[in-house]
């Protein structure tokens, strides 16, 4: 990882740290790169001062999120990550916004995964009339049939648009920053980090809950790194889903990963002492990155996404049930467990199948 700007090293016991956060004094840059500058060494130190941060806020509970890939491909902008976009040349499934049924599936999956918030998400630069339309008709029927939260991402979003989205009853809109300010135009040339910024603004303006976060590993300074901690915690994000990148063949960024699990584990550290009260998730490139260190990340972070992602596979989520009941945590508003799973463990995989045979999702 390029290096930073920042002095490299501060004397610091990071117990005391998380104390002074939760006596309400926030860290500063030069603190916050020290725990993505330490050493092995002082990696469980870290992790149970993280932990501290954690339990005071969330306790010992897990909130699971289940990712719904509604609409596939078809983008129009150049992010450089993005197995999506339009100049990714990656494998991957292409359609048009699910149907109602296909959408009603997915929330019913959701629901069984045990999972608390179902997240709508289509590709494009901007949702469309018919697609915004799509989101309201079908986001109150959802939350009457299943109770579940419902996050929407749509792409960029002007006011009018936000406030529709609030009409329709979603809970939260997703629109992550992905890095920090001063390296979005290494990332993307087709938006700004201001238009990521200004839809945030506009979310909010609607009064419903911000949902942003970022990708680490791609190629930025650990100085970028805690930027974009920083601007997360100035819009009071209330979730953030930190992902790790997952290299796609196809895709500019392919064969670029370099990150260990460890400095995983660093980078959530970081953003639990940044944003303490934030519910912070492990997103993409979870199982691909932390591997083996996945429990330690669950010290620090208290969500995970259940199932797939966008258009890469995740684990299966009996052993995301099993690694939670390992630490002797519980998922959030759930008493039990689930012991089995009756559907298909890989839900997005099955898009191929649904959109190309028309056949019903996961069975």
Known sequence: MPSSTYPSRISTSWRELASKVLDGSPVTKP????????????????????????????????????????????????CHYCSQSKISDAPIPKYN?????????????????????????????????REMQAVE???????????????????LLNESQAQRLAAAGVDKVNH????????????????TFEDRVETLKNVRKAGLQLCSGGIIGMGESRQDIVDMAFSLNELSVESIPLNFLHAIDGTP???????SPRD????????????????????GGRERHLRSLQPLGLMIANSIFVGDY???????????????????????????????ESHCEHP????????????????
């Open 176 to 191: 992550n920053l992905n890095t920090s300010q001063e390296y979005y135009k290494e990332i993307c040339t087709t938006h």
């Open 310 to 340: 966008l258009t890469t596979q995740g684990q299966a989520p009996s052993e995301d049930y099993q690694m939670i009941e390992d630490l002797g945590f519980e998922i959030t508003g759930q008493s039990t467990l689930p012991t089995e």
């Open 31 to 78: 603190q916050a790169l020290t725990i993505l500058e330490s050493p092995d060494e002082e990696l469980m130190e870290l992790v149970d001062a993280a932990f501290e941060i954690r339990k005071r806020y969330f306790g010992k509970t897990v909130q699971l999120y289940f990712l719904m890939n509604a609409k596939s491909g078809l983008c129009p902008e150049d």
């Open 137 to 155: 008709k079908i986001v109150p029927e959802i939350k009457q049939k299943y109770g579940l939260n419902i996050c929407a991402c749509l792409g």
């Open 348 to 363: 997005n995989s099955c898009q191929v199948t649904m959109q190309n045979q028309k056949n019903s999702c996961c069975g």
């Open 97 to 129: 916004i699910l149907s109602r049924d296909k959408l009603l599936e997915g929330a019913k999956l959701a629901a069984e995964r045990q999972s608390k918030t179902y997240c709508i998400v289509i590709s494009g630069r901007a949702p469309n009339e």
């Open 264 to 283: 995983c584990i660093r980078a959530l550290a970081m953003f639990r002492f940044v944003n303490p009260s934030s519910e912070l998730r492990i997103a």
């Open 253 to 259: 960024m392919q064969q670029k990963e370099y990150l």
